[in-house]
């Protein structure tokens, strides 16, 4: 069965502390993607993220990283130098090649983040 | 801009009342998708359309309907059948209904109970 797991319910950091959100997948397709999605207050998800299951290569952007294991079966995501704009939910989502709905998220619980001055 | 536009932002349904969410896209988008945020959980899947005219159920379809008339317009209805509606909903949007497609969302409804 597909499942996404975001174990950390919340998270409060101190402005330019590093935060890392953990993300735990199951799958038992062997194409799959995963994604990270960012909520803000106003309540609109705002995608992050894209990597496909043949994909390892970690990814940087900016303050923003994503470290992908596929032995581990995560999809970690850290914020380095964290500022009070990042405070927000985070989500983790995964996506099926082969679920015969195409396109359907299955979507973690959510990590809120909270980042303090 | 090109985006999603949901409304109203907030909606109050009285018993036996069914109302109606907007859900709007000017991004050319094929597919549509309808997501019910409950506090402290993930969003899942009420309904998605991968084109005009067709629609499919997703996990929690029941209590709720849709149409897809435009390629623009995804509104959905939640009935009287649906006995816990107070939740946040989401609308999202993307190119075509594949796996990799990132969905892009709109601001979200949050519907109350009066």
């Known amino acids: 069965a597909q499942k996404v797991t975001q174990a950390q319910t919340e998270i409060s950091v101190v402005e330019k502390e590093d935060v890392t959100l953990d993300c735990v997948y199951e799958?038992?397709?062997?194409?799959?993607?995963l994604f990270w999605y960012k909520q803000p207050p106003s309540g609109e998800l705002v995608f992050l993220i894209r990597?496909?299951?043949?994909?390892?290569q970690n990814e940087i952007s900016g303050r923003y990283s994503w470290n992908f294991q596929k032995s581990t079966s995560s999809f970690n995501f850290t914020i380095t130098a964290s500022q009070v704009v990042d405070s927000a939910v985070y989500f983790c989502?995964?996506?099926?090649?082969?679920?015969?709905?195409?396109?359907?998220?299955?979507f973690g619980q959510g990590t809120e983040l909270s980042v303090k001055p | 801009d090109g985006g999603i536009t949901q409304s109203p932002k907030y909606l109050f349904r009285k018993e036996g009342q069914n109302v109606t969410l907007s859900c709007e896209q000017n991004?050319?988008?094929?597919?549509m998708y309808w997501y019910r945020q409950d506090p402290g959980q993930g969003l899942r899947l009420i309904y998605y359309?991968?084109?005009?005219?067709?629609?499919q159920k997703g996990d929690i379809a029941e209590g709720y309907s849709v149409s897809r008339e435009k390629k623009e317009s995804f509104p959905l209805t939640v009935t009287s059948a649906q006995k816990n509606p107070t939740a946040f909903y989401l609308c999202?949007?993307?190119?075509?209904?594949?796996?990799?497609?990132?969905?892009?969302f709109g601001d979200g409804t949050r519907l109350s109970i009066l």
């Open positions: 989502a995964l996506s099926e090649a082969l679920d015969n709905q195409g396109g359907k998220l299955i």
């Open positions: 799958t038992r397709d062997t194409t799959y993607y």
């Open positions: 359309s991968q084109i005009v005219n067709d629609f």
């Open positions: 990597r496909n299951s043949f994909d390892e």
């Open positions: 999202a949007s993307s190119t075509f209904r594949a796996p990799n497609q990132p969905q892009h």
């Open positions: 991004l050319n988008h094929d597919a």
